[in-house]
């Protein structure tokens, strides 16, 4: 074990390993954007329940890079919640398996109304690279009333920003 004149002697040495990263200034732009057709829609932040019904993971990935400190999409006032009684909208990603089709459904009974639902990614549309596969109902749109799609495999966090206020802006 590195005694704490070792750990400091060594910090020195090294120096700063890291390096700092910014948001793309069209992300800033469009997140502001987006922070006002929130605050005019909801008159409070709008809170997002996510439903992975059977992706591969990748569109979760760019979620969580949409809320990591560079992007930070909470700022903007964009929650993701825990429980779906507390959402306003259902996110959901992937193709339905039949394993998920009944939990997509409760959840989404869940939601208290007024509620809407986006899909999240190819796989959510039409079941992208799993589609026709025995194990798949299709796309969210075949079991829930979806009003927004968010294209891409995976989408990028400025797409998802960008899909989000171009939706709102039409309410």
């Given at each position: 074990?590195?005694?704490?004149?070792?750990?400091?002697?060594?910090?020195?040495?090294?120096?700063?390993?890291?390096?700092?990263?910014?948001?793309?200034?069209?992300?800033?732009?469009?997140?502001?954007?987006?922070?006002?057709?929130?605050?005019?829609?909801?008159?409070?932040?709008?809170?997002?329940?996510?439903?992975?019904?059977?992706?591969?993971?990748?569109?979760?990935?760019?979620?969580?890079?949409?809320?990591?400190?560079?992007?930070?999409?909470?700022?903007?006032?964009?929650?993701?919640?825990?429980?779906?009684?507390?959402?306003?909208?259902?996110?959901?990603?992937?193709?339905?398996?039949?394993?998920?089709?009944?939990?997509?459904?409760?959840?989404?009974?869940?939601?208290?109304?007024?509620?809407?639902?986006?899909?999240?990614?190819?796989?959510?549309?039409?079941?992208?690279?799993?589609?026709?596969?025995?194990?798949?109902?299709?796309?969210?749109?075949?079991?829930?009333?979806?009003?927004?799609?968010?294209?891409?495999?995976?989408?990028?966090?400025l797409t998802i920003i960008k899909s989000l206020l171009s939706f709102l802006k039409g309410l």
């Amino acid at each position: 074990m590195n005694s704490l004149g070792e750990i400091i002697k060594e910090r020195l040495l090294k120096g700063i390993v890291t390096k700092k990263i910014e948001a793309p200034a069209e992300f800033e732009a469009a997140g502001l954007e987006l922070a006002a057709a929130i605050r005019k829609a909801f008159k409070r932040s709008l809170n997002i329940r996510e439903v992975d019904t059977g992706s591969c993971g990748i569109c979760e990935a760019e979620i969580i890079a949409a809320n990591n400190p560079i992007y930070d999409l909470s700022r903007f006032g964009v929650n993701f919640v825990a429980s779906p009684r507390h959402a306003d909208a259902l996110l959901v990603t992937g193709p339905v398996s039949k394993n998920m089709l009944l939990a997509l459904r409760k959840t989404y009974d869940a939601v208290p109304a007024p509620k809407f639902v986006i899909s999240l990614g190819d796989c959510a549309r039409d079941g992208g690279l799993f589609k026709d596969s025995y194990y798949i109902e299709g796309g969210v749109d075949k079991v829930l009333p979806v009003v927004l799609h968010i294209p891409g495999c995976p989408p990028a966090p400025l797409t998802i920003i960008k899909s989000l206020l171009s939706f709102l802006k039409g309410l």
